[in-house]
């Protein structure tokens, strides 16, 4: 019983070993060439600061543009939720009071107004942010590549806000005018401003629109950053495909 135990297992052995070495084989050459691409693309994909500082500013570009020519259609703030520019929040008490006196289109226009000003102006931002990308200087690259979706985007801010607000209130202005944003504030807060023992109200619409415009401006450019963080497909350029590709 034993030898004819023995005898099996050495022929299972011998069938096992035909017919499986070549699959075995197969699989450590797939295994050892899945190894060498990886070690090839590991040592493709180290990224230089340069590298990091021109995939950045290349997103940044992308992210830009894309956010301007969205936001400067008919409509692009106006009837986007996400960066409508509202009624001032310091002038709401005139609001909700012309509204109860039957105004509420007067004041629904003069909303209109703002953000078609913001649209307007917003076909001149891509060149001030261009701008603004080109002269950033990046030392901590890596921190912004690794950091949350909208790191470059913040970045971007903390350091143009104050020269975009520069560049853009000349524009905000001319947008005002255009759109006559006046014609329809100077009616309602006049008549707001005539009712007895009311504080009165004139904010500076224009430090306003130009704050607002901008607000909006970066939050589309954070989502069209995270959007080239997480998608290959948005992945438009070599630099880009590098830099995010190889994190």
């Given at each position: 019983m034993k030898k004819q135990t023995?005898?099996?297992?050495?022929?299972?052995?011998?069938?096992f070993s035909t017919i499986s070495h070549p699959a075995i084989c197969q699989l450590d050459a797939l295994k050892a060439t899945a190894l060498k691409a990886k070690n090839a693309y590991k040592g493709q994909s180290k990224l230089s600061n340069e590298d990091v500082v021109n995939g950045l500013k290349?997103?940044?570009n992308v992210g830009t543009n894309k956010s301007t020519t969205a936001a400067s259609q008919t409509d692009g703030f106006y009837k986007n939720a996400k960066i409508k520019i509202p009624f001032p929040a310091e002038a709401l008490e005139v609001k909700n009071t012309i509204d109860k006196l039957g105004m509420s289109s007067e004041t629904e226009k003069f909303v209109e107004t703002m953000n078609r000003s913001a649209e307007d102006a917003s076909k001149s931002a891509a060149p001030i942010f261009i701008d603004a990308i080109k002269n950033m200087s990046l030392q901590d690259g890596f921190a912004i590549l690794n950091g949350g979706d909208s790191a470059a985007t913040t970045y971007l801010r903390v350091k143009t806000t104050e020269q975009l607000t520069q560049a853009l209130k000349p524009i905000i202005k001319a947008a005002i005018e255009k759109n006559?944003?006046?014609k329809y504030w100077s009616p309602v807060v006049n008549k707001y401003n005539k009712i007895p023992f009311t504080k009165k109200y004139n904010p500076d619409l224009e430090a306003y629109i130009t704050q607002k415009t901008l607000d909006g401006?970066?939050?589309?450019?954070?989502?069209?950053?995270g959007f080239i963080r997480k998608?290959?497909?948005?992945?438009?350029?070599?630099?880009?495909?590098?830099?995010?590709?190889?994190?």
């Amino acid at each position: 019983m034993k030898k004819q135990t023995s005898i099996l297992a050495l022929a299972a052995f011998v069938a096992f070993s035909t017919i499986s070495h070549p699959a075995i084989c197969q699989l450590d050459a797939l295994k050892a060439t899945a190894l060498k691409a990886k070690n090839a693309y590991k040592g493709q994909s180290k990224l230089s600061n340069e590298d990091v500082v021109n995939g950045l500013k290349e997103a940044l570009n992308v992210g830009t543009n894309k956010s301007t020519t969205a936001a400067s259609q008919t409509d692009g703030f106006y009837k986007n939720a996400k960066i409508k520019i509202p009624f001032p929040a310091e002038a709401l008490e005139v609001k909700n009071t012309i509204d109860k006196l039957g105004m509420s289109s007067e004041t629904e226009k003069f909303v209109e107004t703002m953000n078609r000003s913001a649209e307007d102006a917003s076909k001149s931002a891509a060149p001030i942010f261009i701008d603004a990308i080109k002269n950033m200087s990046l030392q901590d690259g890596f921190a912004i590549l690794n950091g949350g979706d909208s790191a470059a985007t913040t970045y971007l801010r903390v350091k143009t806000t104050e020269q975009l607000t520069q560049a853009l209130k000349p524009i905000i202005k001319a947008a005002i005018e255009k759109n006559e944003v006046a014609k329809y504030w100077s009616p309602v807060v006049n008549k707001y401003n005539k009712i007895p023992f009311t504080k009165k109200y004139n904010p500076d619409l224009e430090a306003y629109i130009t704050q607002k415009t901008l607000d909006g401006l970066f939050v589309l450019i954070a989502e069209q950053e995270g959007f080239i963080r997480k998608n290959p497909s948005a992945q438009v350029s070599d630099i880009l495909k590098r830099v995010f590709g190889a994190k």
